[in-house]
């Protein structure tokens, strides 16, 4: 470990509702610095929880604290949604909340996800691009479990799918809801996008 480095372990593993069909899965949660509250996407610049209100047709009431949690936790039993990231354990460089700041050090057992939950039978990776991403992450756990797959280039969202214990697992790449990710789609485009994959 050099200066400026720090080991961090993914604080919540994973949160998966009742009867959830498709599993959401980002890269890392952002520095702590940056939490408004102790769940996902706890940095409220990015627009994964407004993308999520959206889709599940209602407003998002609460932005600090555990009323936020709660609410947040509510939209995704309603739309049948399952949340994680790629990232298990981590090294996170100058306590930065970039993507390409982190080194990965042991990946989310997916597998162990889908196998505890088998009404779950899609897959939305939220990013892509820059040299850090949740679907190039998820390329590399699916290496280290010795299954082949090679997720296709193109316009979002991209699709494929994989087969796990017999089952077909679609996948989905979708835009990110980073802030930095909002140049590229209109809000409306977005919250359309993980509509049409999620609903």
């Not at 890392?28 to 102790?38: G, V």
């Not at 700041?101 to 939950?117: G, H, S, V």
């Not at 850090?132 to 479990?145: C, D």
Request: aromatic share 12%.
């Amino acid at each position: 470990m050099v200066e400026n480095q720090t080991i961090e372990f993914h604080p919540w593993k994973w949160f998966v509702p009742d009867k959830s069909k498709t599993l959401v899965i980002g890269t890392f949660p952002t520095a702590k610095r940056n939490w408004k509250y102790n769940f996902f996407y706890p940095n409220t610049s990015n627009l994964f929880w407004r993308v999520m209100a959206e889709v599940a047709d209602t407003k998002l009431q609460h932005f600090l604290g555990e009323e936020s949690v709660i609410e947040r936790k509510k939209i995704l039993e309603k739309i049948f949604v399952a949340v994680t990231d790629m990232g298990n354990k981590v090294i996170r460089n100058e306590d930065s909340s970039l993507d390409e700041k982190l080194i990965p050090l042991e990946y989310m057992n997916i597998f162990k996800i889908l196998e505890e939950n088998p009404g779950i039978n899609k897959i939305l990776l939220t990013s892509s691009s820059g040299k850090v991403n949740a679907s190039k992450w998820f390329s590399q756990f699916l290496i280290s479990k010795n299954v082949i797959h090679k997720i296709p280039k193109g316009k979002k969202p991209i699709k494929s799918e994989i087969s796990f214990k017999g089952k077909t697992i679609s996948l989905v790449v979708a835009y990110s809801t980073s802030p930095r990710a909002a140049n590229r789609i209109s809000f409306e485009k977005l919250v359309e996008m993980y509509k049409n994959e999620l609903v």
